[in-house]
């Protein structure tokens, strides 16, 4: 039988490590919406910019067919 103090040191450490994990998802995610061509903390310029830009060439969207035909 596990103690309190163990049960909640096992729920602390998985909690860091899927925050590990992915925090930096999601700081890629916000940036996929940043209007400006740098990198800058915090994000001031929200856009939609890059979506219309990746919908436009149609290299990335022949991947994203083949990836979807794949994936099915």
């Given at each position: 039988?596990?103690?309190?103090v ?26 996929a919406f ?9 994000i001031?310029?929200?856009?939609l ?24």
């Amino acid at each position: 039988m596990r103690s309190a103090v163990t049960r909640v040191g096992l729920r602390v450490a998985t909690g860091l490590t899927v925050a590990f994990l992915y925090l930096p998802i999601a700081v890629i995610a916000l940036y996929a919406f940043n209007g400006d061509r740098g990198q800058t903390w915090p994000i001031t310029n929200f856009s939609l910019q890059w979506f219309g830009d990746a919908f436009n060439n149609e290299s990335v969207r022949d991947a994203m067919v083949l990836s979807v035909s794949i994936a099915t």
